[in-house]
């Protein structure tokens, strides 16, 4: 597996000019000139895994960009960068309403999209689970650096779920992509939509992605072309036909 | 798993109307039952996948039984089952026709 | 309490007992579900055959259209029986296609009764993406005015993914039974220790993730009675109630949220926090009646709001 | 001369060996090891109470940290064998031989060190037959038992599980037997007095409350409609057949789901104060809410269950209880009531043969029997008729002089034609009879033999045994409603349906049951959360079977 591009790196890429993106306990803020206007980053670096205090720090950042475009009349892109752990497993963080926490996140990442902010993820190292889907799930479209590792579970904690022997889910997992952890998988389900190539200037393939946004969710499209998730779109639309039907 | 078929004739058709049904659910110890009356009035096919393999006799057992007492003529019936006891089997199958004959 | 014969009003079926499909015939208006994508379609697990597992007809979660007192509303409903409830692709994708169809359709509302684990590990990118989709299509929905109501009272809960999709939804109803959570009692229990959650201590659980914890905190709009002529009744109050999906919504639930940590951040057992919310005997509230707790919950201001 | 006193004598030097360790006759936790190791000899029987619910758990970790080297080859004759530590002595060498009754949750690893060869296994006994050895060949020299509170004195409140302590203290202190209590707290004055302080001669503050299993406790939420539907059957077919009124349930979902349909599907069928009314009985939750539709009359119990005891407190007019208002059970007296004055014996086990011997024994457990031997059997030394008796003595006479007649309890056995994971409950051969084998057992442990069974019940019908006049008419009837096990499938189909039309197996249609209207909805709680509203919050249910 390539080795993971620091959070450094990727940002001096972006930003050439410079930028005023920090990392505090493993959560990024900022933002920096990008273009002709400025682009917001926000994310979780570290393999830090993100709790109530960390969701809502991140989406107070996402409110604020949404708030400064309306006043500006300038939609910023957001950024959403992410090498995380999980959701923070814990009795408190549930006690306090973890779930809200992660959806109220994910619904600001949603909602700047509406209403005209291009979202992109970039995962460049692990995320997993809930912190996946309150972030970098949450944009519109999500690329990868060679490096990432997407998961939702590891093999051997699937492995004792199951109880199917870890040999057997190895061997699984080289021709399934539907439940084995690792970028490629992700990318063959849709989830990722592209890996970019960190050889090539990253400020440049970010504007890229931004002009040329999917129209709407073509997550399961991807994921037929793939062959990681064969049938996935075939059943939605399905769905939808029937209900649109009499 | 192991895939089952047994095709019966019945001495007459299921009465009723519906054209499908289906009950239960496929945990641990129970299973579902489809039920679509698409066969010829005296015919009947049951189709099981099940969890469980081996009991290819009791499945036979249970099938004959279920279809000597509920005539179920006409009916396809597909299961799938997630390791039910054959009592829990008919039970699913006798609580199917009854939902079919409404 | 429930005591019924097998021919009773159908309404008054227990809701953590029924299956996912008895509850969406006794919930909707009598014989107006229209359901897409049945189970004589056989849209099974493609991937559950590879783990030796036993497929449904219909991957756990059925979906289509029905009448609520008259309205038009579309209705998806978890099996929590099936592979608890979990979120596999054609499962997933059943669900979205649903949200999708809302946009076109229209309807009064569209119901989500969760019943789920969260993501199903057999196929679980397919789960994960698809609960990303799902998410992102009731942004849609909701932001088109139409309401995402969800209601919880489910044997399996809404864990996981299922709990962040509910923390998407508009409004929630929840029964005493019913569980909103990211990682299940089991799951911090095997990763950080007994000493972090004891997962055979129920009490605890429920003080923790239950339904009468996230009605006093707001967490959940509702509280009703387990039986599906009261998830009627709430849900038909909550579409009505729904708030818009707009900057003043989320700033509001920023505020609410953020406020919660400031107030509850240092507490450690569910009985601290109503405690802190004013309530009289904390201890009291697991036992309390339904009419009991609805009086306790009147009193306790943050339980009721329009940030979602 | 012939000394008559020794035993008293060598009474006397424990005890006096024992004050060492001791302020008066309290000892601290701490001390257990060292008191035990100064009053025990090697080879002395020890009864260590480990009842069916309460532990003696504090002095047990003291018996089992004992050095084998001062203290080794105590015979252990206790009821129940239910801790690690009950085997861990076997293991260092503390204990050699045992006599027992139960051991459900100890059953694998006995089985393992049976065959092992670490435990001489002297009998596998029913509770009651323990009990009187005590007094003629298997007195303890020491007992080790377990009380809520002791005032210094001694005198001892065992709290609602009283069980076996008023039975094991009689045989081991009448007979120069030293008495070593464990309390949760030493108080100035107990609530009552169970056992006089006289008969007790140390007093142990436990470092922990003692252990107690919620053994009687099955959560509604689990029950299915098999199980209802038997439990239909065994209402219409059996309890309103025979006019059952004294009876003792088993432990199962079965008889569970009986008590939850009995102020439901009993009541539609009005037999409300016709069945079901004198119990002996532990303190079910499930049968809160018969008791609460005043269908009980009353419950003596042979020990309590976790989260009863502010229930039974407020419902004296059924429950034995004390001046202080708990409970008081007594194990001993409760099986006697069972044995004598009970008309029906209901309960489920794991195999049962073609002539309907039945065992829950399987190769790689050894649950042992408790109870249910001395309740499913029919009393040859009972003189007072009853409808209930009388009726079922009169189905099985078939010779003789009526005016000669007596009676016949009914034993019935309500079981599921397959357990779990499929396993079939109808078998040609009891695994009980390979373990007896194996282990080189004089007796086969068979919970209840043929010739006591009366009824067994499955969902697919019942087999009237008593009606049965020869040994192929048994095996028919037992085949004949043993489902699609092979037993089942290997029935000979007109000999069945002849026993049909004789009454001597009735299917659910045969009783006006329709399998179809087998349904939770039936059940008067569905939950156990239903059973605390039954009680109006009376009931506390341990923690695990909540669900709020």
Same mark, same amino acid.
């Given at each position: 597996?390539?080795?993971?591009?620091?959070?450094?790196?990727?940002?001096?890429?972006?930003?050439?000019?410079?930028?005023?993106?920090?990392?505090?306990?493993?959560?990024?803020?900022?933002?920096?000139?990008?273009?002709? +206007?400025?682009?917001?980053?926000?994310?979780?670096?570290?393999?830090?895994?993100?709790?109530?205090?960390?969701?809502?720090?991140?989406?107070?950042?996402?409110?604020?960009?949404?708030?400064?475009?309306?006043?500006?009349?300038?939609?910023?892109?957001?950024?959403?960068?992410?090498?995380?752990?999980?959701?923070?497993?814990?009795?408190?963080?549930?006690?306090?309403?973890?779930?809200?926490?992660?959806?109220?996140?994910?619904?600001?990442?949603?909602?700047?999209?509406?209403?005209?902010?291009?979202?992109?993820?970039?995962?460049?190292?692990?995320?997993?689970?809930?912190?996946?889907?309150?972030?970098?799930?949450?944009?519109?479209?999500?690329?990868? #650096?060679?490096?990432?590792?997407?998961?939702?579970?590891?093999?051997?904690?699937?492995?004792?779920?199951?109880? #199917?022997? #870890?040999?057997? !889910?190895?061997?699984?997992?080289?021709?399934?992509?539907?439940?084995?952890? +690792?970028?490629?998988?992700?990318?063959?389900?849709?989830?990722?939509?592209?890996?970019?190539?960190? +050889?090539?200037? !990253?400020?440049?393939?970010?504007?890229?992605?931004?002009?040329?946004?999917?129209?709407?969710?073509?997550?399961?499209?991807?994921?037929?072309?793939?062959? +990681?998730?064969?049938?996935?779109?075939?059943?939605?639309?399905?769905?939808?036909?029937?209900?649109?039907?009499? | 798993?192991?895939?089952?078929?047994?095709?019966?004739?019945?001495?007459?058709?299921?009465?009723?109307?519906?054209?499908?049904?289906?009950?239960?659910?496929?945990?641990?110890?129970?299973?579902?039952?489809?039920?679509?009356?698409?066969?010829?009035?005296?015919?009947?096919?049951?189709?099981?996948?099940?969890?469980?393999?081996?009991?290819?006799?009791?499945?036979?057992?249970?099938?004959?039984?279920?279809?000597?007492?509920?005539?179920?003529?006409?009916?396809?019936?597909?299961?799938?089952?997630?390791?039910?006891?054959?009592?829990?089997?008919?039970?699913?199958?006798?609580?199917?026709?009854?939902?079919?004959?409404? | 309490?429930?005591?019924?014969?097998?021919?009773?009003?159908?309404?008054?079926?227990?809701?953590?007992?029924?299956?996912?499909?008895?509850?969406?015939?006794?919930?909707?208006?009598?014989?107006?579900?229209?359901?897409?994508?049945?189970?004589?379609?056989?849209?099974?697990?493609?991937?559950?055959?590879?783990?030796?597992?036993?497929?449904?007809?219909?991957?756990?979660?059925?979906?289509?259209?029905?009448?609520?007192?008259?309205?038009?509303?579309?209705?998806?409903?978890?099996?929590?029986?099936?592979?608890?409830?979990?979120?596999?692709?054609?499962?997933?994708?059943?669900?979205?296609?649903?949200?999708?169809?809302?946009?076109?359709?229209?309807?009064?509302?569209?119901?989500?009764?969760?019943?789920?684990?969260?993501?199903?590990?057999?196929?679980?990118?397919?789960?994960?993406?698809?609960?990303?989709?799902?998410?992102?299509?009731?942004?849609?929905?909701?932001?088109?005015?139409?309401?995402?109501?969800?209601?919880?009272?489910?044997?399996?809960?809404?864990? @996981?993914?299922?709990?962040?999709?509910?923390?998407?939804?508009?409004?929630?109803?929840?029964?005493?039974?019913?569980?909103?959570?990211?990682?299940?009692?089991?799951?911090?229990?095997?990763?950080? @220790?007994?000493?972090?959650?004891?997962?055979?201590?129920?009490?605890?659980?429920?003080?923790?993730?239950?339904?009468?914890?996230?009605?006093?905190?707001?967490?959940?709009?509702?509280?009703?009675?387990?039986?599906?002529?009261?998830?009627?009744?709430?849900?038909?109050? =909550?579409?009505?109630?729904?708030?818009?999906?707009?900057? &003043?919504?989320?700033?509001?639930?920023?505020?609410? =949220?953020?406020?919660?940590?400031?107030?509850?951040?240092?507490?450690?057992?569910?009985?601290?926090?109503?405690?802190?919310?004013?309530?009289?005997?904390?201890?009291?509230?697991?036992?309390?009646?339904?009419?009991?707790?609805?009086?306790?919950?009147?009193?306790?201001?943050?339980?009721?709001?329009? &940030?979602? | 001369?012939?000394?008559?006193?020794?035993?008293?004598?060598?009474?006397?030097?424990?005890?006096?060996?024992?004050?060492?360790?001791?302020?008066?006759?309290?000892?601290?936790?701490?001390?257990?090891?060292?008191?035990?190791?100064?009053?025990?000899?090697?080879?002395?029987?020890?009864?260590?109470?480990?009842?069916?619910?309460?532990?003696?758990?504090?002095?047990?970790?003291?018996?089992?940290?004992?050095?084998?080297?001062?203290?080794?080859?105590?015979?252990?004759?206790?009821?129940?064998?239910?801790?690690?530590?009950?085997?861990?002595?076997?293991?260092?060498? %503390?204990?050699?031989?045992?006599?027992?009754?139960?051991?459900?949750?100890?059953?694998?690893?006995?089985?393992?060190?049976?065959?092992?060869?670490?435990?001489?296994?002297?009998?596998?006994?029913?509770?009651?037959?323990?009990?009187?050895?005590?007094?003629?060949?298997?007195?303890?020299?020491?007992?080790?038992?377990?009380?809520?509170?002791?005032?210094?004195?001694?005198?001892?409140?065992?709290?609602?599980?009283?069980?076996?302590?008023?039975?094991?203290?009689?045989?081991?202190?009448?007979?120069?037997?030293?008495?070593?209590?464990?309390?949760?707290?030493?108080?100035?004055?107990?609530?009552?007095?169970?056992?006089?302080?006289?008969?007790?001669?140390?007093?142990?503050?436990?470092?922990?409350?003692?252990?107690?299993?919620?053994?009687?406790?099955?959560?509604?939420?689990?029950?299915?409609?098999?199980?209802?539907?038997?439990?239909?059957?065994?209402?219409?077919?059996?309890?309103? $057949?025979?006019?059952?009124?004294?009876?003792?349930?088993?432990?199962?979902?079965?008889?569970?789901?009986?008590?939850?349909?009995?102020?439901?599907?009993?009541?539609?069928?009005?037999?409300?104060? /016709?069945?079901?009314?004198?119990?002996?009985?532990?303190?079910?939750?499930?049968?809160?809410?018969?008791?609460?539709?005043?269908?009980?009359?009353?419950?003596?119990?042979?020990?309590?269950? %976790?989260?009863?005891?502010?229930?039974?407190?407020?419902?004296?007019?059924?429950?034995?209880?004390?001046?202080?208002?708990?409970?008081?059970?007594?194990?001993?007296?409760?099986?006697?009531?069972?044995?004598?004055?009970?008309?029906?014996?209901?309960?489920?086990?794991? /195999?049962?043969?073609?002539?309907?011997?039945?065992?829950? %024994?399987?190769?790689?457990?050894?649950?042992?029997?408790?109870?249910?031997?001395?309740?499913?059997?029919?009393?040859?030394?009972?003189?007072?008729?009853?409808?209930?008796?009388?009726?079922?003595?009169? $189905?099985?006479?078939?010779?003789?002089?009526?005016?000669?007649?007596?009676?016949?309890?009914?034993?019935?056995?309500?079981? $599921?034609?397959?357990?779990?994971?499929?396993?079939?409950?109808?078998?040609?051969?009891?695994?009980?009879?390979?373990?007896?084998?194996?282990?080189?057992?004089?007796?086969?442990?068979?919970?209840?033999?043929?010739?006591?069974?009366?009824?067994?019940?499955?969902?697919?019908?019942?087999?009237?045994?008593?009606?049965?006049?020869?040994?192929?008419?048994?095996?028919?009837?037992?085949?004949?409603?043993?489902?699609?096990?092979?037993?089942?499938?290997?029935?000979?189909?007109?000999? %069945?349906?002849?026993?049909?039309?004789?009454?001597?197996?009735?299917?659910?249609?045969?009783?006006?049951?329709?399998?179809?209207?087998?349904?939770?909805?039936?059940?008067?709680?569905?939950?156990?959360?239903?059973?605390?509203?039954?009680?109006?919050?009376?009931?506390?249910?341990?923690?695990?079977?909540?669900?709020?």
């Amino acid at each position: 597996m390539p080795a993971k591009m620091p959070l450094d790196a990727i940002l001096a890429a972006l930003f050439p000019a410079g930028h005023a993106v920090t990392v505090a306990e493993g959560l990024i803020t900022g933002e920096g000139p990008f273009g002709d +206007g400025r682009l917001v980053v926000v994310g979780i670096d570290g393999d830090t895994a993100l709790g109530v205090e960390g969701a809502l720090m991140l989406s107070r950042a996402v409110l604020d960009a949404v708030k400064a475009g309306e006043s500006s009349g300038s939609r910023a892109p957001i950024l959403v960068a992410v090498d995380s752990d999980s959701q923070r497993m814990s009795r408190r963080d549930e006690l306090l309403g973890l779930n809200e926490c992660l959806a109220h996140l994910a619904k600001a990442l949603l909602l700047a999209d509406h209403l005209g902010h291009p979202t992109v993820g970039l995962i460049y190292g692990h995320s997993a689970a809930g912190a996946f889907i309150a972030t970098a799930l949450a944009t519109r479209v999500l690329a990868a #650096l060679p490096g990432a590792d997407p998961s939702v579970m590891d093999l051997p904690s699937v492995a004792r779920v199951t109880k #199917l022997p #870890l040999e057997k !889910l190895e061997a699984m997992a080289a021709s399934t992509p539907v439940f084995a952890p +690792g970028l490629d998988n992700m990318v063959a389900t849709g989830a990722v939509h592209v890996v970019l190539d960190p +050889g090539q200037p !990253l400020d440049a393939q970010l504007r890229a992605l931004i002009a040329d946004l999917p129209p709407g969710d073509i997550r399961d499209r991807l994921g037929r072309e793939r062959g +990681g998730r064969p049938v996935a779109q075939v059943i939605a639309e399905r769905v939808v036909s029937q209900a649109r039907g009499t | 798993m192991e895939s089952l078929t047994f095709r019966h004739t019945t001495q007459k058709a299921l009465p009723g109307t519906k054209r499908e049904a289906i009950i239960g659910v496929v945990a641990s110890g129970n299973l579902e039952v489809l039920l679509e009356r698409v066969l010829a009035p005296d015919a009947c096919e049951i189709a099981i996948e099940t969890a469980i393999n081996g009991y290819g006799d009791v499945w036979e057992a249970v099938v004959a039984d279920f279809v000597a007492r509920a005539q179920p003529g006409g009916l396809r019936i597909s299961v799938n089952d997630g390791g039910a006891r054959p009592d829990t089997v008919s039970l699913r199958l006798l609580q199917g026709v009854r939902l079919m004959e409404d | 309490m429930a005591v019924t014969s097998a021919s009773a009003d159908p309404t008054r079926l227990s809701w953590y007992e029924a299956s996912a499909r008895q509850r969406v015939a006794a919930f909707l208006d009598a014989d107006t579900f229209q359901e897409f994508v049945g189970p004589a379609e056989r849209a099974m697990s493609p991937h559950l055959p590879l783990f030796e597992l036993p497929r449904a007809f219909d991957d756990g979660i059925v979906v289509g259209r029905g009448r609520l007192d008259g309205r038009p509303v579309l209705v998806a409903a978890q099996e929590g029986r099936f592979m608890g409830g979990a979120f596999g692709e054609v499962h997933g994708a059943k669900l979205v296609g649903l949200l999708r169809a809302a946009g076109a359709v229209t309807p009064a509302a569209v119901l989500i009764l969760f019943d789920t684990g969260g993501v199903r590990l057999q196929e679980a990118n397919a789960g994960e993406t698809a609960i990303a989709e799902a998410m992102r299509a009731i942004a849609e929905v909701r932001a088109a005015g139409i309401p995402v109501i969800g209601l919880i009272g489910g044997r399996a809960g809404a864990y @996981g993914g299922g709990g962040l999709i509910a923390g998407t939804c508009a409004r929630l109803a929840v029964s005493e039974g019913g569980r909103i959570s990211v990682s299940g009692p089991e799951v911090i229990e095997t990763n950080k @220790g007994a000493e972090e959650f004891d997962s055979r201590d129920r009490a605890l659980v429920w003080r923790t993730m239950g339904g009468k914890h996230r009605r006093l905190t707001g967490g959940a709009d509702a509280y009703v009675a387990d039986t599906v002529a009261a998830f009627r009744q709430a849900a038909l109050a =909550l579409i009505d109630r729904a708030p818009a999906f707009d900057l &003043a919504t989320l700033e509001a639930e920023q505020a609410r =949220l953020e406020a919660r940590l400031a107030r509850f951040g240092a507490c450690r057992d569910g009985a601290e926090i109503w405690v802190r919310l004013g309530v009289n005997d904390p201890d009291a509230v697991p036992a309390m009646t339904d009419a009991a707790f609805a009086e306790t919950v009147a009193g306790v201001p943050e339980a009721s709001h329009d &940030a979602r | 001369m012939v000394a008559w006193r020794n035993e008293r004598a060598a009474r006397d030097a424990r005890l006096e060996a024992g004050r060492a360790f001791a302020d008066g006759k309290v000892v601290a936790a701490g001390s257990v090891t060292d008191l035990l190791e100064a009053v025990l000899r090697p080879g002395d029987r020890v009864c260590l109470e480990g009842d069916n619910q309460k532990q003696a758990d504090c002095l047990a970790r003291g018996l089992a940290a004992c050095d084998p080297a001062r203290i080794h080859d105590l015979h252990m004759v206790q009821s129940g064998i239910v801790l690690p530590e009950h085997l861990d002595v076997f293991e260092t060498g %503390v204990a050699r031989r045992l006599d027992y009754s139960y051991s459900g949750p100890q059953g694998a690893r006995i089985a393992r060190m049976l065959y092992g060869g670490q435990i001489a296994l002297g009998a596998v006994h029913t509770y009651l037959e323990l009990f009187a050895r005590y007094f003629v060949d298997l007195t303890p020299h020491v007992a080790l038992i377990a009380g809520v509170s002791a005032d210094r004195d001694g005198n001892l409140y065992t709290g609602p599980n009283t069980e076996d302590t008023p039975t094991v203290v009689e045989a081991t202190h009448f007979k120069n037997g030293l008495v070593i209590a464990q309390v949760n707290e030493i108080v100035e004055r107990v609530p009552r007095v169970d056992i006089p302080g006289d008969r007790i001669d140390f007093v142990v503050e436990a470092d922990r409350p003692f252990y107690v299993e919620p053994l009687f406790t099955r959560d509604p939420a689990a029950m299915t409609e098999t199980q209802i539907l038997i439990a239909m059957m065994a209402i219409k077919g059996i309890y309103a $057949e025979y006019g059952v009124r004294r009876l003792n349930h088993g432990i199962g979902f079965g008889t569970a789901a009986i008590e939850l349909l009995l102020p439901t599907y009993g009541e539609r069928l009005g037999l409300k104060g /016709q069945i079901a009314t004198h119990w002996a009985l532990n303190p079910h939750p499930t049968l809160i809410p018969a008791i609460e539709s005043g269908w009980v009359t009353q419950v003596h119990c042979f020990g309590s269950e %976790v989260g009863m005891d502010r229930y039974i407190r407020e419902r004296p007019d059924v429950f034995f209880t004390g001046s202080d208002g708990s409970l008081r059970s007594n194990r001993a007296f409760c099986q006697t009531a069972g044995l004598y004055a009970c008309d029906m014996f209901i309960g489920a086990t794991l /195999q049962i043969d073609l002539m309907g011997h039945s065992s829950t %024994v399987t190769q790689s457990r050894v649950a042992g029997f408790g109870g249910a031997p001395n309740m499913g059997s029919d009393p040859h030394g009972r003189r007072h008729p009853s409808e209930t008796w009388m009726k079922a003595g009169r $189905e099985a006479q078939i010779v003789g002089d009526p005016a000669l007649m007596r009676g016949r309890k009914l034993v019935v056995q309500l079981v $599921e034609t397959f357990g779990e994971g499929l396993v079939p409950t109808f078998v040609e051969r009891l695994d009980a009879m390979e373990l007896a084998r194996k282990t080189g057992l004089e007796l086969a442990p068979v919970m209840i033999y043929a010739d006591d069974v009366t009824h067994i019940v499955t969902e697919e019908g019942i087999a009237n045994l008593l009606l049965c006049r020869d040994a192929d008419e048994r095996e028919q009837a037992i085949r004949g409603i043993a489902g699609y096990t092979e037993i089942g499938r290997g029935r000979d189909r007109a000999k %069945v349906e002849a026993l049909r039309a004789r009454g001597v197996i009735r299917r659910p249609e045969d009783l006006g049951i329709s399998p179809l209207d087998a349904d939770r909805s039936l059940l008067a709680a569905r939950s156990i959360k239903d059973l605390v509203h039954w009680s109006g919050g009376l009931y506390e249910p341990p923690a695990k079977f909540r669900n709020w």
